[in-house]
């Protein structure tokens, strides 16, 4: 099984800040990744897929980078509704794996 | 747009069957590959199961593989989750999501998910 591993698990930040989150994929996976975003008592939100398309709809702020094994979310200017959690997804190979999750908190 | 509904979910004892659905609308849901995700209270989200458009490839995550079954009813714009032999550790809300294409990749779009409880 394809394990990944987000980092960090947790992060305070303030508005207008600059903000990244990695997934480490344990076996190559192409571009087969998507970024979700949680919020608390609601449904996950795609962000991004395919390692860097953005989901329509969602704020330029946020983009994604990588490939292979290694992987990013950047969000450019950190906004006020942007403090959710952040998963990344891997869908390689007909296989689906969840990273732990990022917490992001205000600063 | 696109809504999904879901529904059974509910208090259960160990052991016993539970079958979910999930109703689908403001798409046809025959052109789509879907997919089950839990998260239990307070933990992560986990990948459960997932069904190609027309039903015939169907994948499971190892922790469900052999009691939970997942199915879909085209013409009824409704898949299903069976669930059997239940475990404390299958309590979770549970969301069902439409992928962006006909076989299984991503899940783009979800429903607001429906309470699991297993407690004797």
């Known amino acids: 099984d394809i394990q990944m591993t987000q980092s960090p698990s947790s992060l305070s930040a303030s508005v207008g800040d600059r903000v990244m989150i990695t997934c480490r994929a344990s076996e190559g996976i192409r571009n087969d990744l998507d970024w979700f975003q949680q919020k608390p008592g609601k449904a996950p939100k795609r962000l991004i897929y395919?390692?860097?398309s953005l989901q329509s709809g969602v704020p330029s702020r946020f983009s994604g980078s990588g490939s292979g094994t290694e992987f990013t979310l950047t969000i450019s200017s950190l906004q006020p509704e942007d403090f959710a959690t952040y998963y990344c997804l891997q869908h390689h190979s007909n296989s689906w794996t969840f990273g732990h999750g990022t917490k992001v908190e205000i600063k | 747009q696109v809504q999904l509904v879901e529904s059974g979910g509910g208090v259960v004892q160990p052991g016993r069957s539970l079958r979910l659905a999930c109703a689908a609308a403001g798409f046809t849901l025959r052109g789509y590959a879907m997919h089950w995700v839990r998260q239990a209270p307070g933990k992560g989200l986990q990948w459960v199961a997932a069904i190609s458009n027309d039903g015939r490839n169907k994948y499971y995550a190892d922790s469900v593989k052999g009691r939970f079954t997942i199915s879909r009813d085209n013409s009824g714009n409704t898949l299903y989750l069976q669930m059997n032999s239940l475990r404390p550790e299958d309590a979770a809300v549970y969301y069902c999501a439409r992928d962006s294409m006909w076989i299984p990749s991503s899940p783009e779009f979800w429903g607001q998910g429906t309470l699991v409880t297993v407690s004797s």
């Open positions: 395919s390692a860097s």
